[in-house]
Each structure stands twice: as C-alpha cells, then as structure tokens.
C-alpha cells in the first residue's frame, strides 16, 4: 500500500547541485506532511526538511537556504532541491511523511566530493 520510492542521488563536486525525487504511494503528498531525512555513515538518520498541506516548509540549520522542498500533487511526488552542496552533505537520503511515519523508501546515495 504505502510505498516511497527516492531517486535523483549520485556524485556531484562540492557547490554544485542536485535534485531528488520521491514518489509516493497509497499516501497523498497533497494531504499529508512529507519530510526529508539523510544518514551518514556511523551517524544517526537527520531530518532535513519538511513540508506541510498548506504548503509551509521548515528546514534544519544545516540545510537551509541551500535546500528547498517542494512537491507535484499532480504527481504525487515530493523533490528536494539541493544547491551549493557541500562533503557534510554526502549521507543516503531519505523522504517520509508525518501520517505514515512507519513507512520509507530504499532511499537515494548523494555523495559529494572532489
């Protein structure tokens, strides 16, 4: 039933630019909050950002004004837009909602480096 699906990771240089997608099912990102988490290695799993039904977005410290949410109802799918990356960023990253919190997705390698 409730199935999420990251994609868009991969190796990028530092100050460059990644999006990644999630695509959702059995859940409604137009209804429900959807989030971004990331764990690096040996770390524990870091929320990152989130988005609520009405539209409003939050982001953690470390992320923001570089990362920006934002999601498709249409497609019923969330991205995060990461800019200005930076080698703390490299972690596998993974999307979520409020609702169903119990369910993710295989989540999406982003590593950066030189």
């Known amino acids: 039933q409730v199935q999420l699906v990251e994609s868009g990771g991969g190796l990028v240089q530092p100050g460059g630019s990644l999006r990644l997608s999630c695509a959702a099912s059995?859940?409604?990102?137009?209804?429900?909050?959807m989030t971004w988490h990331r764990q690096a290695p040996g770390k524990q799993r870091e929320w990152v950002a989130g988005i609520s039904s009405g539209g409003t977005t939050n982001y953690a410290d470390s992320v923001k004004a570089r990362f920006t949410i934002s999601r498709d109802n249409a497609k019923n799918t969330v991205y995060l837009q990461m800019d200005s990356l930076k080698p703390e960023d490299t972690a596998v990253y993974y999307c979520?909602?409020?609702?169903?919190?119990?369910?993710w997705g295989q989540g999406t390698q982003v590593t950066v480096s030189s």
């Open positions: 979520n909602s409020l609702q169903r919190s119990d369910y």
């Open positions: 059995g859940i409604s990102v137009r209804t429900y909050t």
